[in-house]
């Protein structure tokens, strides 16, 4: 989560009921809701898939966090677009594995090495959406906090501002580009692959760095593809969040943007793990900023269970009713009294949710599980009704999500000292490197992948790299994460990765820099090269992206994983630079999903 400019304190509509100590009374039930309802690259399958899953069509979303500091990721993502639109209308030609070992200028041309990887993609839809969705209900990230800024609840609706303002110039103004070079769609779409990618560059410029703190990387996605009712309005009455009416306009943006008979492939960019908060009754809280009296709004703490075992019956929130059989809150030394400030920072409210507060205000991954891979999914009512994603009879073999997240490149790629070697598909992930057993309680087996305030210990199981301590001489004496550092306000996590900026940031008087805090004397984003630290950022970060991961797990083959912490940022012509190793391994993965190259 990102860093907060205090809001203006106001008074709820409708004000939290206060129990003692200040404390909000909550529901008891929060948290019980079945929430359901809602030298070569291995290959990536051993044969090819019956012909009935391929797809001439391919429609492509976009999702881009647009929270605070990413507009060097942003930008490398721009910068890769053009090899993206190069490979799926040029595509190259590749052995057996999918790696690519010859081109030719020509589609025409046979390709002296290898075959052609696929058919040219002849009828593309791009569209971008960002990671805001509002504050279900809460103060922040809506019109009622003083710093609210409007892209910080885009609804999950396609974007096409601009990056040098106004708007680009969408297909019949739908809110999406579309590929059309043979001129057949009505009317016609783009023919010129110079135009068209600079139009999508705009695009994705233009979802800019102003958005919501607390990123719906998940819950944007699901609600743009995937509900059958999207809320138009979240309200709060009787201390309880309230959805209203339906979205029609994301419904009519849905309806042009999926074909029934197209490979649907979403591409996600975020630095941060997902905070998609659960719609309704009383989740909205845990973005609250200020409370009725106009005082900074507090988390009721966890009961002392949770600390220990966050999964026992009896961890529960101070605030609700103690369950039967469980020590009674009076008790209970934990719920003697108020959360500190450093024990409730504001940027840190959607981290360890369960034990800290003794709920869990997210919706689960189950849900995303669901909406990439399930035919039938649960409206707001609760009743199951197909899968917006799957009218007209979709095969799930013909729909994938891809993430450049928070996760060292080294854990993913084919060989962790050399990202040349490609990215290994989903199946072939060492996942308890990266996610642990959560079944278990089991830690990641990589440390930095571990969300931790507090520096953390250990070595990198695959390149041996010691953690390193705050007091590292050197930004890259780890050469994944740099190294750890103190976080004085106890209000952000450990990095999972960081990687160098083209163009070091002066952070003085910008309020998107991460070295004009207190916490910039350990930071390694802030360190000179000759050791000490000062106002300049000369690496950007990401933390571990731990739930769109737990998705991409379930998923299998389905998913796509690599990282936001890029290898090479000089030039885009470097074959791992930004992030074409993403889009390798993307078209690896449906290379045999869309037209075959021979008809």
């Not at 305030?453 to 705050?470: C, K, N, Y």
Request: hydrophobic content about 40%; some cysteine; charged content about 20%.
């Amino acid at each position: 989560m990102r860093s907060w400019n205090t809001p203006a304190a106001f008074v709820l509509a409708a004000a939290l009921p206060l129990g003692c100590a200040g404390r909000a009374a909550l529901d008891p039930t929060l948290g019980d809701e079945d929430a359901g309802a809602d030298a070569s690259v291995p290959p990536i399958e051993a044969s090819p898939p019956p012909a009935a899953a391929r797809a001439d069509k391919l429609d492509l979303l976009l999702v881009v966090d647009n929270s605070r500091n990413l507009d060097a990721a942003q930008g490398l993502l721009v910068e890769t677009l053009p090899y993206l639109l190069d490979r799926l209308t040029r595509p190259a030609c590749v052995n057996g594995f999918g790696t690519i070992v010859s081109e030719t200028e020509s589609v025409d041309e046979p390709c002296p090495i290898g075959v052609r990887d696929f058919a040219p993609v002849t009828d593309i839809h791009i569209g971008v959406i960002s990671t805001s969705i509002g504050g279900h209900g809460a103060d922040i990230c809506s019109p009622t906090s003083a710093t609210f800024d409007p892209t910080a609840n885009d609804r999950a609706r396609l974007l096409s501002r601009a990056a040098s303002g106004g708007a680009v110039p969408t297909w019949q103004n739908k809110g999406f580009l579309a590929w059309d070079p043979a001129q057949v769609m009505d009317p016609p779409g783009d023919a010129d692959l110079g135009s068209f990618g600079a139009k999508l560059a705009e695009m994705v410029g233009g979802v800019g760095t102003k958005g919501c703190g607390y990123e719906a990387q998940l819950e944007s996605i699901y609600r743009f593809l995937v509900d059958p009712e999207p809320y138009l309005d979240i309200t709060v009455d009787g201390n309880k969040a309230v959805p209203s009416g339906v979205d029609d306009v994301l419904l009519q943006q849905r309806a042009d943007f999926l074909r029934p008979d197209s490979l649907v492939a979403v591409l996600l960019l975020t630095d941060e793990d997902d905070c998609s908060t659960r719609d309704g009754g009383q989740y909205y809280v845990v973005n609250q900023a200020v409370g009725a009296d106009g005082k900074p709004f507090r988390m009721p703490r966890a009961r002392s269970v949770c600390a220990a075992s966050p999964d026992d019956p009896c961890c529960v929130s101070c605030a609700q009713t103690t369950p039967a059989g469980c020590v009674p809150a009076e008790s209970d030394p934990a719920c003697a009294t108020p959360a500190e400030p450093l024990e409730d920072p504001i940027n840190l409210r959607c981290f360890d949710q369960k034990r800290r507060f003794g709920i869990d205000f997210l919706y689960p991954i189950s849900r995303y599980v669901d909406g990439f891979g399930s035919k039938v999914v649960a409206n707001r009512a609760g009743e199951l009704v197909v899968n917006p994603l799957y009218e007209g009879g979709r095969p799930s073999e013909l729909v994938f999500f891809a993430g450049i997240l928070g996760v060292p490149w080294q854990d993913v790629a084919v060989d962790p000292k050399a990202l040349a070697t490609g990215v290994r598909p989903a199946m072939e992930i060492d996942w308890r490197l990266v996610l642990g057993d959560p079944e278990t309680g089991e830690p990641p087996a990589d440390p930095l992948m571990l969300p931790s305030i507090d520096p953390r210990e250990g070595f990198h199981p695959l390149t041996g790299a010691p953690v390193a301590p705050p007091s590292a001489s050197s930004a890259l004496e780890n050469p994944i994460n740099g190294h750890e550092r103190v976080i004085e306000g106890r209000d952000d996590l450990q990095y999972a990765c960081i990687y160098p900026l083209r163009v070091p940031k002066a952070c003085m008087g910008q309020p998107d820099c991460e070295c004009a805090g207190v916490d910039a004397p350990t930071n390694p984003l802030c360190q000179n090269p000759d050791g000490s630290y000062g106002a300049t950022q000369r690496f950007a970060r990401a933390v571990p992206a731990t739930r769109p991961l737990a998705v991409m797990k379930e998923l299998g083959t389905q998913a796509v994983v690599a990282s936001i912490c890029a290898d090479k940022v000089g030039s885009p012509a470097q074959p791992t630079f930004g992030y074409r190793p993403a889009v390798d391994v993307l078209l690896r993965s449906i290379r045999r999903r869309l037209a075959s190259p021979d008809g």
